[in-house]
């Protein structure tokens, strides 16, 4: 923008069209002004189709440091991409005072205050030392003329609503309680930003353990449709409650395969069993027979399961749903998933993802218990993990664990010590489905010489394919039997060979995503994907209480190798059957307590549409 000596009126309208005045950088604009940005001057703002920029009319007289007599300019912020801005506000006009205006705006003022119209637009930036913490920005723009401010602001809100993939509403589930019963303290931080961007909530504070259950498994289509998401603020556990919700009666897939061999393979002859269309599977052991139900709550009845659905449901919302997604504002004791979908634990990062509408797929495990009624018929019991299932050491740490709510999360710190010292291990027997991939554990080469094997790990560790913004792996569409097993519609798994491995085992895990938090931070596999359709199942054996504390601690270390032992196998597989014998422990599915004697899972790959982009490391 041109001006001539001290002819510049704070209060003109300087908004002009593309026009000659205009440099070759300006030809693309679609607005151009002369406006006031707070604590920065007077600037020429221009929007483009892709976004704002400015530049300052004049250096700013403290933008300026010299050293060893050079000059040098300190960066400031002059661009905002239009992806990047969840909400554009008018300010109703107030007095400035003529202090805090440019120099050259203040001989051009008389009296000390000015009355000015503002507008704000508001974003965020990406965090120097954190890339996937994104910060709270704000840019507020004056001027003198309300019709100025109003133009900028309407041409604005017009680009935002281009933005299709941006939530307009959404359910919100608040657990209380959760983590450090920050749930609520959480919410509150956040929803302005909610407010700001315009979209609609709806919150509910669950006031009973299985209220979120109930609630996503009994909402009708009509409104489950009328919603864009829907908003955990908790942790992994209550996300799972949200989940399974969602899932459980309106998920139409086949059960997971079981090996030949296996006892309920009876009816499915070691194929997927599917459920007759109006067949309705309930848990029906007694609370006594069955100590630890689906979801903890005294008087509640264990879920209705079905692969199919009443008239209202099944038809009118299709599972997988690309335009429905979930979203999770943290607030829990480890909140793995939304480190592993966002990159930080962040509710303000979490928020910001959800209002810009972001996207990314996520894998989900279906876990389903064997159970032999007093009429031995076979009565499956089914519930969907979005990051781990865990056996032995893990369900026994998530039960120790109950006993010491009280102390918050330290009681999982406290727990775990108490169960590592008592060092229990059990006797099971673990199937899982050999797909021709490559060997991932390191016992084959147990027997290589010291300085080989410490140079294979570090090789192991540069050639990790770490999950993040964008993956390659992830965004890979099935084009081979070893993918296309873990789609929705699984061929027959009887063209893949079942491998078995029976023993005492410490622990038992299956980790959907790496589980990173901020006591592991490489989680429990590094190079676990977030949709590539595979489970990472690893055994560890029964050893001395040094080596599994040596096993423990790697997990801790960043670039650790905790699946480098003789006695952990790796073993990556779409999916797994388990069946123990003599004492038997919990299985601990997404913080959860989940008790079966037999059990078999596989993966569904992207089952499930998340707001967020993966982690930017």
């Not at 797929?361 to 993990?385: C, G, M, N």
């Not at 032995?392 to 010292?421: C, H, N, Q």
Request: with cysteine; proline share 5%.
């Amino acid at each position: 923008m041109e001006r001539e000596g001290n002819d510049y009126d704070l209060g003109g309208d300087k908004s002009l069209p593309v026009s000659s005045s205009l440099d070759d950088n300006d030809k693309n604009s679609i607005l151009n002004s002369t406006l006031l940005l707070d604590h920065v001057g007077e600037v020429t703002l221009t929007f483009h189709s892709n976004g704002l920029s400015w530049k300052l009319m004049e250096p700013l007289e403290n933008d300026v440091s010299s050293c060893l007599g050079i000059k040098y300019v300190s960066k400031i912020v002059t661009e905002i991409k239009l992806s990047d801005i969840y909400a554009v506000e008018l300010i109703d006009n107030r007095l400035t005072h003529i202090s805090n205006l440019p120099r050259t705006t203040e001989r051009t003022c008389s009296g000390h205050d000015i009355k000015m119209y503002y507008f704000t637009v508001h974003g965020f930036i990406r965090s120097k030392n954190q890339p996937s913490q994104w910060i709270l920005a704000e840019y507020t723009f004056g001027h003198k003329h309300l019709q100025t401010c109003q133009m900028w602001v309407n041409q604005l809100n017009e680009s935002l609503k281009l933005e299709i993939e941006r939530p307009k509403n959404l359910l919100v589930f608040v657990h209380p309680r959760s983590g450090k019963s920050n749930g609520c303290r959480n919410w509150e931080a956040v929803a302005p930003i909610f407010s700001r961007a315009k979209v609609e909530t709806k919150v509910i504070v669950t006031e009973r353990a299985g209220q979120a259950f109930d609630m996503m498994s009994n909402i009708t289509n009509k409104e489950l449709n009328s919603y864009d998401g829907v908003i955990a603020v908790g942790g992994d556990g209550f996300f799972n409650e949200i989940l399974n919700g969602f899932l459980s009666p309106r998920l139409k897939a086949p059960y997971p395969p079981t090996p030949p061999d296996f006892v309920h393979s009876a009816k499915d002859n070691g194929d997927s069993l599917v459920v007759d269309e109006n067949e309705i599977l309930e848990e029906t052991s007694s609370q006594s027979e069955d100590q630890f139900p689906l979801i903890s709550s005294p008087n509640q009845r264990a879920p209705k399961i079905s692969n199919s659905n009443s008239e209202d449901k099944a038809p009118e919302f299709p599972v997988p749903n690309e335009w429905f997604r979930f979203g999770i504002i943290p607030a829990g004791s480890t909140d793995a998933i939304v480190i592993c979908t966002t990159g930080t634990r962040d509710p303000i990062t979490s928020a910001l993802h959800i209002v810009l509408g972001k996207k990314v797929h996520l894998d989900i495990a279906q876990v389903v218990r064997w159970k032999t009624t007093p009429r031995s018929e076979v009565e499956p019991f089914v519930r969907y993990a979005a990051s781990f299932s865990g056996y032995g050491f893990y369900g026994d740490v998530i039960t120790e664990s109950e006993k010491y709510r009280w102390m918050g999360p330290k009681r999982y710190d406290y727990a775990g010590t108490m169960v590592f010292l008592k060092h229990r291990s059990y006797e099971a027997e673990i199937s899982y489905l050999d797909v021709g991939l490559e060997e991932t554990n390191s016992t084959s080469k147990r027997n290589r010489e010291s300085s080989l094997l410490q140079s294979l790990k570090a090789q192991r560790r540069a050639e990790r394919c770490i999950c993040r913004i964008n993956c390659k792996v992830c965004n890979e569409k099935p084009n081979n039997a070893a993918t296309e097993i873990c789609s929705l519609t699984p061929h027959l798994y009887s063209e893949k060979r079942w491998v078995k491995s029976k023993g005492r085992f410490l622990s038992v895990g299956a980790a959907v995503i790496s589980c990173r938090n901020e006591k592991a931070p490489d989680g429990l596999v590094a190079d676990a994907h977030l949709s590539d359709g595979f489970l990472h199942l690893i055994l560890i054996k029964d050893c001395t209480h040094a080596s599994y504390l040596w096993h423990l601690t790697q997990f801790t270390r960043r670039g650790g190798s905790p699946l480098n032992f003789k006695f952990v196998e790796h073993h990556k597989t779409p999916a797994f059957s388990f069946t123990s014998s003599g004492n038997e422990s919990v299985w601990n599915v997404d913080g959860e307590m989940f008790q079966a004697h037999q059990l078999s899972a596989q993966v569904f790959r992207g089952l499930v549409c998340m707001f967020a982009t993966g982690p930017a490391v």
